[in-house]
């Protein structure tokens, strides 16, 4: 990779870790706290809501923001201005749409509290829908530093006013307001950042060659999230509120984690490799760069987490909250494997094959619709265990593409992912059923371990990457 790139893909990745820290990972132990003192119930009441406002999401940013950034080099004022207007209309339109459907969703799930809740919270996707451009455009200029401040000073006034009103009695009331208030200064702060204003144009060329592209993108993200998201919706219409807060809490759990890895990666890897599309050589051997990165990253840090999870829900969460353990490590072990899909998928955006995105996440759909349809007539783990299978069986379709057109298909990933799969199951094994529980200090411990054997075993098995890092955090800091 030439020094122009890595010190952009550098730069790229430290903001973007900044701002998973302080603004991701600062929000998820606000509503960590949160669920410990609205519980279960009221916590799963908005996790109820959660697959509409993600499908209504998918439609509104999905497909335009990553065609702005695919076209980055030739991107025009008028390109940026017609995408603004179309993901406003779309916006507005979804959420009158789910305004007036806000009883039916009531009714589905058998909760008449979620008519108010839903009217309000949905205003979230007009929000986010003016934030699309701005964030595309920061976002082509590789500038990680505003998107993570903007996330930071969103995530401490959003988190004091949301914590104000849990503490005050307000309930799921608190965690609505938190989440829109999130959205609303973060929108605000990347529009200052940006220094953006849209024209009145609306270029009907521009909406057709995006739309080519992005519509694409749209159908494919509209599908992929009913796939990865469906769950939730099963799990509130077949269990109570409490079950469906079980299950949200473990989703939002993992899922940070696994996104934490994938959008760092994703947010950083995509407009670099849209710029180098035209080189095929330099194109494959960033993409395998950032594959092996990625499972250096994600299997540990997910298959760690199993190995805690007990320990973490009692001490963050409480003892009311442990039925969620058995589905947090379960899902630990699907989520681990989420970022090396995802990176799959990210070189067919990179390249312009929006079509075999879209064809592979339709390939999923039946197949991710029967096992939960099956599932959920044995209980919340066996729905766990079916998103298990299911991000199995994805991996091995994601990564058709990518093996035929570049030749690292799943065998050869999984052949390059061997030390990191050793282990990381050497080290759950250590931590699970060697290390200690019960007081709060062990759990700092245990990762400390479950570390040290991690990078133990990988510096047995000599692993390139892993000695490479080493080797310039050593230079680095002068060990």
Same mark, same amino acid.
């Given at each position: ?297 994600? &299997? /540990?840090?997910?298959? !760690?987490?199993? @190995? #805690?999870?007990?320990?973490? *829900?009692? %001490? ?126 062990? &759990? /700092?411990?245990?990762? !400390?371990?479950? @570390? #040290?054997?991690?990078?133990? *075993?990988? %510096? ?20």
């Amino acid at each position: 990779m030439p020094d122009n790139l890595k010190k952009k893909f550098v730069s790229g990745i430290a903001w973007n870790i900044v701002d998973k820290l302080i603004s991701q990972f600062g929000f998820l132990i606000v509503t960590l706290y949160l669920a410990k003192l609205i519980g279960p119930e009221s916590f799963g009441l908005i996790g109820m809501l959660t697959i509409f406002m993600l499908l209504a999401e998918s439609v509104v940013s999905s497909g335009f923001s990553q065609a702005l950034v695919q076209r980055s080099a030739d991107l025009t004022a008028d390109d940026a201005s017609t995408i603004f207007y179309v993901n406003l209309v779309y916006g507005l339109t979804i959420y009158g749409l789910l305004y007036f459907a806000a009883p039916l969703i009531a009714e589905f799930y058998g909760e008449a509290a979620l008519t108010d809740i839903s009217r309000l919270l949905f205003l979230i996707i007009i929000i986010n829908s003016l934030a699309v451009v701005v964030r595309a455009q920061l976002t082509i200029r590789i500038d990680f530093r505003s998107q993570a401040i903007a996330g930071a000073f969103a995530t401490v006034i959003s988190s004091s006013i949301g914590l104000y009103l849990a503490i005050s009695g307000y309930d799921y009331w608190s965690l609505v307001w938190m989440l829109i208030l999130r959205s609303l200064v973060q929108t605000v702060s990347l529009w200052f950042f940006t220094r953006w204003l849209p024209s009145l144009v609306f270029n009907f060329d521009s909406f057709k060659s995006l739309f080519g592209f992005g519509s694409n993108l749209m159908l494919a993200g509209l599908v992929s999230t009913l796939v990865n998201n469906l769950y939730i919706a099963l799990v509130g219409k077949y269990f109570n509120a409490a079950s469906v807060g079980y299950f949200t809490q473990a989703t939002n759990l993992t899922n940070f984690l696994s996104k934490f890895i994938s959008s760092t990666m994703q947010g950083v890897s995509y407009p670099i490799l849209t710029s180098i599309k035209q080189d095929s050589e330099r194109l494959t051997a960033v993409f395998r760069k950032t594959l092996q990165l990625t499972m250096f990253i994600s &299997l /540990p840090a997910l298959v !760690g987490f199993a @190995a #805690v999870a007990r320990d973490f *829900v009692e %001490l963050f969460l409480g003892s009311q909250w442990l039925p969620a353990v058995p589905i947090i490590q379960i899902l630990c072990f699907a989520r681990a494997i989420t970022p090396i899909s995802i990176v799959n998928m990210n070189i067919l955006n990179a390249i312009g094959r929006s079509d075999l995105y879209l064809k592979v996440d339709l390939v999923k759909l039946p197949l991710t619709v029967g096992t939960l349809l099956v599932s959920v007539n044995f209980g919340v783990e066996s729905v766990a265990i079916a998103v298990l299978i299911n991000v199995l069986m994805s991996f091995l379709i994601n990564s058709y593409f990518p093996g035929k057109l570049f030749g690292f298909g799943a065998l050869n990933q999984l052949k390059a992912a061997k030390s990191y799969l050793l282990a990381a199951g050497v080290m759950f094994i250590v931590v699970k059923f060697v290390g200690f529980s019960g007081d709060w200090y062990w &759990l /700092p411990i245990n990762i !400390g371990v479950g @570390a #040290v054997v991690y990078f133990g *075993v990988l %510096l047995l098995f000599r692993d390139d990457v892993f000695l490479s890092l080493a080797y310039k955090l050593g230079k680095r800091f002068r060990f």
